[in-house]
């Protein structure tokens, strides 16, 4: 085995790559385009008011303009709730609350005292509560809040700053649904392109008799899978690091990058790759290759749990789904870099695994070689 | 392998089965005689082995109950154009994609450069180059970086610019692959095998679909490797490409070698000769009348006469009965006769049309 041939193998894979606008669209700009679209219709961003809970301690005149403000900005939709000071947290948690403001007792007292000339270093805090998985909305919330108390600093003070904002950061104990959906958009990905790429290789390149010229020079079977199979590898993860920084970036996700998440990732491009090689095994031409990689790669796509939950399937289908690779590749994702669900991410990077295995062997022991 | 011997006593043919060196009973089943039948050991035809490039002895490839290639023999000489000729479905692609070792031969043996191929081929690959049928090489990589990456796959290496050079291809280097004419492709198809300076170069159909221009251009490429001191074994189906390229042409039908031996040396045997065309004759019995003077004449459609001449002294004597005739023509054409014409004599069929 030769690391220049491989490397020169490999160069050539990516010189193919970025030289084709359809191959790199699918591969880098489709899943973008997907998430976005996905994101912005699941994730409501765009509505034109946003929910604010407004914690009022004061139930002063003062503090009620103050609400009515937030409200006459018409971005936000105020919503007076009472709750016990020592249990806001848990308030929080307990009802899922993406935002909320406190405003303290002696709100009124203070800006008064301020007014009157007592005391010219009375200031006062709000309390901003936010999610942060929520990044998106809540800086347009918190900017319109800032706004409000900049207007009130003004009227009062002239602009010296006496009320104050306090950013308090929550997790509630809900997730969104980008945050299900981008782990199954990297696993979505990575399945395409391997399963796409390796059936390319087997049928276009047979095709084309490239198969059949490399049997008659000294590149070995291993070398030739090894280079192709470091392509598919660099692939797949440019794509993971893509669709990840996509959701750090536009939606605020707290992902986290763990050592189940590199398994994962090797492990579904050997996945996909074996079963590209399986496919490719059994169809003669390029036509009848993108159908059947379309016939296998369509149904995980929507039964896999791809896109949508499985709890809102009927039972029979959450059957079908388990049976399908792509299932744990989501799940394994999922748990290993948002829920940090650990155990669960090791069950289900072990099942990729062996699925893994069996399908790169099965493709590696399928794939005809020479010809009849 | 298989054998077919002619019973003695009631003359009826049979066929044994046996191995090279072994001597089989047979019984005849028609009169039951018995009999036995040597299947001769491999013997190869040239020797001493130093002067072939290719070997090959009793190659055989059966597809179920179907004889893609039954039983051929014959051997490539070092420094030689070999053709193999014959129509598309002849056997062609699938005997030389078994030299090739890209195919597993149902029973026989080739050795390339002296070494059998059934176990020493990895051997061999750094000393040959090969076009496949139908090639088409990776679509987004240059001219350059596709001979680039070729060339690093063996241990003997040629220089990427003399190949440039040799073939022409300055222009076309940096343009991708998927870009290029059908000729240049199958020009740079040719440079990608002989990016490792092989010895020997197949050339599986390398003109099939190209237009006459760019047909010639791939023609003169094949020709300057012969210059330059290559072997080179190319199928065809275009007998054209065959007298004008080949040292040694091989007559492939129906999975059976029909004959063999230089252009020349078929055309002598199995040809009609030299050929006069009498174009746009106007005098009737014509025809007639040089069949009555003891010549091979017929007519040959659009009013044009075709008289094969035997030996060149006849020209004069047709020319002369022309003129005592009162014969009345157009012209006169001269032409020898051709591998069309060679095959035609033996299979009845027509080279160009069997393809169809």
């Given at each position: 085995?030769?690391?220049?041939?491989?490397?020169?193998?490999?160069?050539?894979?990516?010189?193919?790559?970025?030289?084709?606008?359809?191959?790199?669209?699918?591969?880098?700009?489709?899943?973008?385009?997907?998430?976005?679209?996905?994101?912005?219709?699941?994730?409501?961003?765009?509505?034109?008011?946003?929910?604010?809970?407004?914690?009022?301690?004061?139930?002063?005149?003062?503090?009620?303009?103050?609400?009515?403000?937030?409200?006459?900005?018409?971005?936000?939709?105020?919503?007076?709730?009472?709750?016990?000071?020592?249990?806001?947290?848990?308030?929080?948690?307990?009802?899922?609350?993406?935002?909320?403001?406190?405003?303290?007792?002696?709100?009124?007292?203070?800006?008064?005292?301020?007014?009157?000339?007592?005391?010219?270093?009375?200031?006062?805090?709000?309390?901003?509560?936010?999610?942060?998985?929520?990044?998106?909305?809540?800086?347009?919330?918190?900017?319109?809040?800032?706004?409000?108390?900049?207007?009130?600093?003004?009227?009062?003070?002239?602009?010296?700053?006496?009320?104050l904002i306090d950013d308090i950061e929550t997790i509630s104990g809900e997730f969104e649904f980008i945050d299900f959906f981008?782990?199954?958009?990297?696993?979505?990905?990575?399945?395409?392109?391997?399963?796409?790429?390796?059936?390319?290789?087997?049928?276009?390149?047979?095709?084309?008799?490239?198969?059949?010229?490399?049997?008659?020079?000294?590149?070995?079977?291993?070398?030739?899978?090894?280079?192709?199979?470091?392509?598919?590898?660099?692939?797949?993860?440019?794509?993971?690091?893509?669709?990840?920084?996509?959701?750090?970036?536009?939606?605020?996700?707290?992902?986290?990058?763990?050592?189940?998440?590199?398994?994962?990732?090797?492990?579904?491009?050997?996945?996909?790759?074996?079963?590209?090689?399986?496919?490719?095994?059994?169809?003669?031409?390029?036509?009848?290759?993108?159908?059947?990689?379309?016939?296998?790669?369509?149904?995980?796509?929507?039964?896999?749990?791809?896109?949508?939950?499985?709890?809102?399937?009927?039972?029979?289908?959450?059957?079908?789904?388990?049976?399908?690779?792509?299932?744990?590749?989501?799940?394994?994702?999922?748990?290993?870099?948002?829920?940090?669900?650990?155990?669960?991410?090791?069950?289900?990077?072990?099942?990729?695994?062996?699925?893994?295995?069996?399908?790169?062997?099965?493709?590696?022991?399928?794939?005809?070689?020479?010809?009849? | 392998?298989?054998?077919?011997?002619?019973?003695?006593?009631?003359?009826?043919?049979?066929?044994?089965?046996?191995?090279?060196?072994?001597?089989?009973?047979?019984?005849?089943?028609?009169?039951?005689?018995?009999?036995?039948?040597?299947?001769?050991?491999?013997?190869?035809?040239?020797?001493?082995?130093?002067?072939?490039?290719?070997?090959?002895?009793?190659?055989?490839?059966?597809?179920?109950?179907?004889?893609?290639?039954?039983?051929?023999?014959?051997?490539?000489?070092?420094?030689?154009?070999?053709?193999?000729?014959?129509?598309?479905?002849?056997?062609?692609?699938?005997?030389?994609?078994?030299?090739?070792?890209?195919?597993?031969?149902?029973?026989?043996?080739?050795?390339?450069?002296?070494?059998?191929?059934?176990?020493?081929?990895?051997?061999?690959?750094?000393?040959?180059?090969?076009?496949?049928?139908?090639?088409?090489?990776?679509?987004?990589?240059?001219?350059?970086?596709?001979?680039?990456?070729?060339?690093?796959?063996?241990?003997?290496?040629?220089?990427?610019?003399?190949?440039?050079?040799?073939?022409?291809?300055?222009?076309?280097?940096?343009?991708?692959?998927?870009?290029?004419?059908?000729?240049?492709?199958?020009?740079?198809?040719?440079?990608?095998?002989?990016?490792?300076?092989?010895?020997?170069?197949?050339?599986?159909?390398?003109?099939?679909?190209?237009?006459?221009?760019?047909?010639?251009?791939?023609?003169?490429?094949?020709?300057?490797?012969?210059?330059?001191?290559?072997?080179?074994?190319?199928?065809?189906?275009?007998?054209?490409?065959?007298?004008?390229?080949?040292?040694?042409?091989?007559?492939?039908?129906?999975?059976?070698?029909?004959?063999?031996?230089?252009?020349?040396?078929?055309?002598?045997?199995?040809?009609?000769?030299?050929?006069?065309?009498?174009?746009?004759?106007?005098?009737?019995?014509?025809?007639?009348?040089?069949?009555?003077?003891?010549?091979?004449?017929?007519?040959?459609?659009?009013?044009?006469?075709?008289?094969?001449?035997?030996?060149?002294?006849?020209?004069?004597?047709?020319?002369?009965?022309?003129?005592?005739?009162?014969?009345?023509?157009?012209?006169?054409?001269?032409?020898?006769?051709?591998?069309?014409?060679?095959?035609?004599?033996?299979?009845?069929?027509?080279?160009?049309?069997?393809?169809?």
């Amino acid at each position: 085995m030769k690391a220049e041939i491989i490397w020169a193998s490999f160069k050539a894979d990516i010189q193919s790559f970025y030289r084709s606008k359809a191959t790199l669209f699918w591969t880098l700009l489709f899943p973008i385009l997907l998430i976005l679209m996905f994101g912005a219709i699941f994730s409501g961003v765009g509505d034109a008011e946003y929910e604010l809970i407004v914690v009022d301690y004061d139930n002063s005149d003062t503090s009620e303009t103050f609400i009515q403000v937030l409200n006459d900005t018409n971005i936000l939709n105020t919503k007076l709730e009472v709750v016990d000071e020592k249990s806001i947290s848990s308030y929080i948690k307990d009802e899922d609350i993406k935002r909320l403001i406190t405003i303290p007792k002696g709100f009124e007292e203070t800006l008064g005292a301020f007014q009157m000339g007592f005391d010219e270093n009375a200031t006062t805090n709000i309390s901003f509560y936010f999610d942060q998985s929520e990044q998106q909305t809540n800086s347009i919330v918190r900017s319109v809040i800032s706004a409000v108390v900049i207007e009130f600093n003004k009227n009062i003070s002239g602009g010296k700053d006496i009320i104050l904002i306090d950013d308090i950061e929550t997790i509630s104990g809900e997730f969104e649904f980008i945050d299900f959906f981008l782990p199954g958009m990297i696993g979505f990905t990575i399945m395409q392109t391997c399963i796409y790429g390796s059936l390319e290789r087997n049928t276009k390149f047979r095709k084309d008799g490239i198969l059949r010229k490399l049997l008659t020079t000294p590149i070995t079977r291993t070398e030739w899978i090894l280079s192709k199979m470091l392509f598919q590898l660099f692939l797949s993860f440019v794509s993971a690091f893509l669709i990840i920084g996509l959701g750090v970036a536009v939606f605020g996700l707290n992902i986290h990058i763990t050592a189940l998440m590199f398994v994962l990732i090797i492990a579904t491009s050997f996945l996909f790759t074996g079963m590209g090689m399986v496919i490719g095994r059994f169809v003669k031409d390029e036509e009848s290759a993108g159908m059947a990689g379309g016939a296998v790669t369509f149904p995980m796509m929507f039964l896999a749990g791809t896109f949508f939950s499985l709890e809102s399937m009927p039972g029979f289908l959450q059957t079908i789904a388990k049976v399908m690779p792509l299932y744990y590749v989501n799940e394994g994702f999922r748990n290993a870099m948002i829920y940090l669900k650990t155990d669960d991410a090791i069950f289900h990077s072990t099942v990729v695994l062996i699925f893994a295995v069996v399908f790169f062997l099965a493709g590696l022991v399928l794939t005809k070689w020479k010809e009849d | 392998m298989l054998k077919t011997v002619q019973c003695p006593s009631c003359k009826k043919v049979i066929t044994a089965t046996g191995n090279p060196g072994e001597i089989v009973k047979v019984t005849c089943p028609s009169c039951r005689a018995k009999g036995k039948v040597t299947f001769e050991k491999p013997v190869y035809r040239v020797t001493p082995e130093d002067g072939l490039a290719i070997q090959v002895f009793n190659l055989r490839k059966e597809y179920g109950d179907l004889v893609a290639v039954n039983n051929i023999s014959f051997n490539v000489r070092k420094g030689e154009v070999f053709a193999f000729l014959g129509p598309n479905g002849a056997g062609k692609t699938t005997t030389v994609e078994m030299i090739e070792s890209i195919r597993v031969p149902t029973a026989g043996s080739v050795k390339i450069l002296g070494k059998d191929i059934s176990t020493s081929f990895d051997k061999v690959k750094e000393k040959i180059g090969v076009l496949p049928q139908e090639f088409h090489s990776f679509e987004r990589l240059t001219v350059r970086e596709t001979l680039e990456f070729f060339q690093k796959i063996f241990k003997s290496r040629a220089s990427i610019d003399e190949i440039i050079d040799d073939l022409d291809l300055h222009d076309q280097e940096k343009k991708l692959y998927m870009n290029l004419s059908g000729g240049l492709k199958q020009r740079v198809g040719v440079a990608i095998s002989l990016v490792n300076n092989p010895e020997i170069v197949f050339l599986d159909e390398p003109s099939t679909g190209l237009d006459p221009k760019a047909r010639r251009e791939v023609w003169d490429v094949i020709a300057g490797l012969r210059s330059r001191g290559k072997t080179v074994f190319l199928t065809t189906h275009y007998m054209e490409e065959a007298e004008y390229l080949a040292d040694h042409v091989a007559i492939i039908h129906k999975g059976n070698i029909i004959a063999e031996g230089s252009v020349e040396e078929l055309i002598n045997k199995y040809g009609e000769g030299s050929i006069l065309d009498i174009k746009n004759c106007k005098t009737k019995d014509a025809v007639d009348m040089l069949i009555q003077n003891g010549f091979k004449a017929k007519n040959a459609g659009n009013g044009d006469i075709a008289v094969y001449i035997e030996h060149k002294d006849k020209v004069l004597e047709i020319l002369s009965i022309l003129r005592h005739e009162a014969i009345d023509y157009d012209a006169l054409d001269i032409r020898r006769s051709n591998l069309e014409e060679v095959f035609l004599h033996l299979t009845g069929a027509k080279l160009s049309e069997e393809e169809k």
